[in-house]
């Protein structure tokens, strides 16, 4: 009994050290790049998300989940800027014109994904527009970018691993665009678009931006000189759509409930169906009655019969009935002709029903020996035994 305690207390104290070690070990790296503004692993954007003021002191960040033409479409916004970091944009001809509009009102909008129109991928109008195209280094981990600014250039350039900053511009309109960033091959990675008053900036890899990106001297720095490209307007707007940040209401009342006066129409409609059907149902309820079920004449209606067969005594009446009412089961049943009952027939019904064929010549024996004369109460029953002996073994 006491060795029996021992090793549960030995059993025991194994078990919680086991758990107090899974419980303090230490989580994988989540190396996903959500580039979610509340996700703190190394691909989310949860530090230039919170540490934007310290670029634009004083500037108020507006968070935004609407399309860019539902944002700005009837207003005439001005100083202000549009931030976008997300793994891919989906903008339609729609949104494009009401950015450009946007921007030519002295606004800028800053742009950073890797999936603009990449190989394979559909295109959308700021690609389209633009003449951008894509690219990516498959096999690189490590790569150099550096600004063609000589004063924001740093000496021997800026080193990202992990991926970072494969992505560049392999195509996009040089007539109009001013290349600020180029990767070591000479690619660009950061480029700017003037349009009336204000800049349309586009960057090729949104992980230049993230918490792993700006927890390195290399990479705080290069962010901090990229988004100084942008002028020191009052107001960012940070974009949440583009990333999935936040879900989009789909459901199909969410025009209801985008607007105060129609909510509170939707609200008092759905009350007074409630109460009307609440008061209609109390009014009109009645006692339902009670309704027998239909009684089953069938057994009633072959009792009859049988006791007027039984009183008349017609033997061979009945074994006619049962004779033809058999012969059309077999014509139905196995598609056999019935009107000779030779060997033929004998066969083919044995070979079809799987009956063994002595019992088929019996029972045919029997029918035909039946047909045509006086039927006695024995051969009736013999009939009746036969016929239904077939039923059970063709089944």
């Known amino acids: 009994m006491r060795s029996l305690k021992l090793f549960y207390i030995i059993s025991f104290s194994f078990l ?44 108020k960040i507006k968070e935004t989940n609407k399309t860019i033409y539902d944002q700005f479409h009837g207003d005439t916004v001005h100083n202000s800027n549009y931030l976008i970091i997300a793994n891919s944009i989906n903008l339609s001809k729609y949104d494009y014109r009401e950015m450009i509009n946007y921007i030519n009102n002295g606004n800028s909008v800053f742009i950073a994904t890797s999936n603009f129109v990449q190989k394979g991928i559909k295109a959308n109008p700021v690609a389209d527009t633009l003449g951008i195209q894509l690219d990516y280094y498959f096999q690189k981990t490590v790569t150099d970018l550096n600004f063609t600014n000589d004063k924001l250039a740093k000496k021997g350039g800026y080193r990202f691993d992990r991926g970072m900053a494969a992505s560049y511009f392999e195509q996009f309109d040089t007539t109009r665009a001013v290349v600020l960033s180029k990767n070591e091959d000479n690619f660009p990675t950061l480029v700017r678009y003037n349009f009336g008053k204000g800049s349309l900036f586009l960057c090729a890899d949104p992980k230049l931006f993230t918490n792993y990106s700006l927890l390195t001297p290399n990479g705080a720095d290069y ?4 988004l100084s ?56 309820q009645r006692i339902i009655p009670i309704i027998a079920a239909p009684a089953n004449s069938t057994v009633d209606f072959v009792s009859v019969v049988g006791r007027v067969y039984y009183e008349q005594r017609n033997n061979t009446n009945i074994a006619q009935k049962k004779i033809l009412y058999f012969l059309e089961h077999l014509r139905t049943t196995y598609y056999l002709k019935t009107n000779v009952l030779d060997r033929e027939f004998i066969e083919k019904l044995a070979q079809k029903t799987g009956v063994d064929l002595a019992f088929v010549q019996e029972l045919v024996a029997h029918i035909q020996y039946i047909t045509g004369q006086r039927v006695s109460d024995e051969d009736l029953i013999k009939l009746n035994q036969l016929i239904e002996q077939f039923y059970i073994k063709s089944r």
Do not use: C
Not at 38 to 53: M, R, V, W
Not at 223 to 226: C, G, M, R
């Open 16 to 59: 919680l050290l086991y758990l107090v070690a899974e419980f303090n070990k230490p989580k994988a790296v989540n190396w996903t790049p959500t580039l979610s503004y509340n996700d703190k692993i190394p691909f989310g954007t949860f530090i230039l998300f919170k540490e934007i003021n310290q670029l634009f002191p004083g500037a």
């Open 223 to 226: 962010a901090a000189k990229a």
């Open 229 to 284: 490209y942008l002028p020191e307007h009052p107001v960012i707007y940070w974009d949440h759509l583009q990333n999935g940040d936040i879900e989009v209401d789909e459901s199909p009342l969410r025009v209801f409930f985008s607007y105060p006066a129609l909510q509170w129409a939707y609200y008092i409609a759905l009350f007074t169906l409630v109460g009307f059907v609440l008061f209609e149902m109390k009014r009109r």
